[in-house]
């Protein structure tokens, strides 16, 4: 049995990026199967960027379980020490940019998701994955994918005989290939991105990236490291002016005074390709606390069509309310919440009810991009 791959603590960021180019260039370890590979769960020892929208996390939630904090000489750059006796390895992270954490992995694949999953889940951790919608994948490819995933499971529906899809593609085409999956009247709702394939090239050379609809990055191959860190940086530059307009043009702020209150702001929405079957199931799952969406709440019936939530986002425990009815979902955000809950929700219901949803704004503008 090979030895695991070697994660040395680094000192600087010009330690880090030998490591990391080491690796671009390094041979792979063979893999256990087609459907690790694709999943990005198998034993690839590239380099891997899990992008973390942070909310202001304290940095010692990350110790809180149990894991090691080994700074270096640059305040913004820390090795992280998994807890695992059995499985010790090391991830390095990038704080430079206080709310957007970036972990770099060069172990392998499996436990490194694994290994940064418990980090942003933990309790109380205030962490929280960059959401990339199928949406958002199409568009950071912008007609240059090399390669695409989909992965659709509607989790609103009891029923095992629900349609689900699951395909992996890479060659030549992917646009004509998507456009045709979605010709399909079985499956036009049901073709949600959950990665795409770029080959990227910067004037230093070219990285073959997959990009994970979690805000995962995998390099597959190529011969810059620099170009696989200008990607990252784009990926985190056009997810952050997102967050951006969503704080600051979709809030509800409320000035009182002794005789009245008024009201600025404005409510995003996420429109439903097809009506709801049920607006009261559908609020059932939706505010049950449980992953992806994170959202715990209460809701009542107004009458059959409309249903209102008062929520709980548990990535910062802060309040949310939302507007259901059949053919679209209001998310109505307080002063100070954070956006990255509009981000999960439409990410997850492309994924899980309707990939052909759309996230709109004031005078129907669209968040993300139109279809």
Same mark, same amino acid.
Request: charge should be negative.
């Given at each position: 049995?090979? %030895? ?14 030998? =490591? ?24 690839? =020892? ?42 010790? +390895? ?39 994955? @960059? ?24 989790? @609103? ?46 004037? &230093? ?23 696989? /860190? ?30 009245? #209150? ?6 995003? &929405?996420? /429109? ?11 609020? %059932? ?7 992806? +969406? ?43 919440? #954070? ?17 052909? #949803? ?14």
């Amino acid at each position: 049995m090979p %030895e695991p791959p070697q994660t040395p603590l680094v000192k600087n960021r010009r330690e880090l990026r030998d =490591i990391l180019e080491n690796r671009l260039l390094a041979a792979e370890p063979e893999e256990e199967s087609f459907e690790e590979v694709e999943e990005g769960e198998g034993k690839s =020892i590239k380099p891997k960027t899990y992008l973390i929208e942070s909310n202001n996390a304290p940095l010692e939630n990350i110790a809180k379980e149990g894991n090691e904090l080994k700074g270096t000489e640059d305040k913004t750059l820390w090795n992280i020490v998994s807890r695992d006796p059995q499985n010790r +390895f090391s991830v390095y992270l990038d704080i430079l940019e206080p709310r957007y954490w970036k972990i770099h992995s060069v172990y392998y694949a499996r436990e490194s998701n694994a290994f940064v999953r418990s980090l942003v889940r933990g309790d109380g951790s205030r962490l929280d994955n @960059f959401w990339l919608s199928s949406d958002s994948l199409d568009l950071l490819v912008g007609g240059r994918g090399t390669a695409f995933g989909l992965k659709y499971r509607n989790v @609103f529906e009891a029923d095992e005989e629900s349609p689900k899809v699951s395909m992996n593609y890479w060659g030549r085409g992917t646009n004509e290939v998507l456009r045709a999956l979605k010709g399909i009247p079985e499956i036009q709702n049901k073709v949600s991105l959950s990665k795409v394939g770029v080959d990227f090239l910067t004037d &230093a050379g070219h990285v073959k990236t997959d990009i994970f609809k979690d805000g995962r990055l995998r390099a597959r191959s190529g011969n810059s490291i620099e170009s696989y /860190l200008s990607l990252v940086e784009l990926v985190t530059g056009y997810y952050s002016q997102i967050l951006a307009n969503i704080e600051q043009n979709y809030v509800m702020k409320y000035e009182y005074t002794e005789k009245y #209150c008024t009201v600025q702001g404005s409510y995003s &929405a996420i /429109l439903f390709s097809s009506p709801l079957p049920s607006v009261t199931s559908f609020a %059932e799952t939706l505010t049950s606390g449980n992953e992806p +969406f994170r959202i715990w709440g209460l809701w009542r019936s107004v009458d059959n069509k409309f249903v209102r939530i008062k929520g709980v986002d548990l990535h910062t425990n802060t309040p949310v309310e939302l507007e259901l009815m059949p053919d679209e979902l209001r998310i109505v955000l307080g002063e100070g919440a #954070c956006g990255n809950v509009v981000t999960r929700l439409f990410t997850n219901i492309q994924a899980h009810f309707d990939s052909n #949803c759309s996230l709109k704004g004031l005078n129907d503008v669209n968040l993300i991009r139109t279809h």
